[in-house]
């Protein structure tokens, strides 16, 4: 099973720019579709974006949309979520996932429970 190390969490202004970075280890990174999800405080935790396991395929909530960009570099192990043009509203703590994929096809998957390795999380706070 991989394990999964988030970090470059940090606090911000209002729109700035943060890189999240999930190194994976334990497994073939390779063969996992990965994806990140926030919890605000006080709210449920929510989809913020998704990437196939080969990278050609993304996917992104409507709120991060033309902000945010997922990437994967499977040699390094690493997925990265690129989140720029910061908001007071995106501060929650950010969480990679990952799920064992099917090769052959770009799945992505937007629900939690479709993924069962899980981050410790890095926190995100947008100061206004």
């Known amino acids: 099973q991989v394990q999964l190390v988030e970090s470059g969490g940090g606090l911000v202004q209002a729109g700035g720019s943060l890189r999240l970075s999930c190194a994976a280890s334990?497994?073939?990174?390779?063969?996992?579709?990965m994806g990140w999800f926030r919890q605000g405080p006080g709210k449920e935790r929510e989809f913020v974006a998704a990437?196939?396991?080969?990278?050609?395929?993304?996917k992104y909530a409507v709120s991060v949309k033309g902000r945010f960009t997922i990437s994967r570099d499977n040699a390094k192990n690493t997925v990265y979520l690129q989140m720029n043009s910061l908001k007071p509203e995106d501060t929650a703590a950010y969480y990679c996932?990952?799920?064992?994929?099917?090769?052959?096809?770009?799945?992505?998957?937007?629900?939690?429970?479709?993924?069962?390795?899980w981050g410790q999380g890095t926190q995100v706070t947008v100061s206004s």
């Open positions: 996932a990952a799920r064992p994929a099917p090769r052959g096809a770009s799945y992505y998957y937007t629900n939690d429970y479709n993924y069962n390795r």
């Open positions: 334990g497994d073939t990174f390779s063969s996992y579709a």
């Open positions: 990437i196939s396991w080969s990278g050609d395929s993304t």
